[in-house]
């Protein structure tokens, strides 16, 4: 999903969790459903062998610098306080994205 506010374009910082071994892959792009289509496509080096993703968690940043520092904040984070950080502050709520919730592996 691609949203363009008055200005600029918005850029997406996510979480997915793997349905196969419900690791984390967290990301930022500017377009949310094309990157998740992507990593379950297994066009990502990264995320192939761990497909199908659920998208768990993201928020919307006005510039990609933006995304790009709360990326690497959350990039770090432990299993346990990724899970944390996705109960703190839960997603926004968009047409025609959906979000599933996590489990805890």
């Known amino acids: ?3 363009k506010s008055a200005f600029c374009f918005m850029y ?3 979480i997915l969790q793997s349905q ?3 690791s984390f892959y967290k990301g930022s792009t500017n377009n949310l459903s094309r990157r998740v289509a992507e ?3 297994a066009k990502d080096f990264s995320t192939a062998r761990f497909i ?3 998208l768990v968690w993201f928020t ?3 510039s990609k610098s933006q995304a790009m520092v709360l990326e690497k904040k959350i990039k770090n984070l432990s299993i346990e306080r990724t899970l944390s ?3 703190k502050y ?3 709520k968009v047409p025609g994205i959906k979000i599933e919730k996590p489990i805890h592996p």
Request: aromatic fraction near 16%; avoid cysteine; glycine fraction near 0%.
């Open 52 to 54: 199908p993703w659920n």
């Open 90 to 92: 839960p997603s926004e």
């Open 85 to 87: 950080f996705i109960l």
């Open 20 to 22: 196969k071994n419900s």
């Open 39 to 41: 990593h379950n496509a």
């Open 1 to 3: 999903m691609l949203i």
């Open 12 to 14: 997406f910082v996510y």
């Open 60 to 62: 919307q940043k006005p």
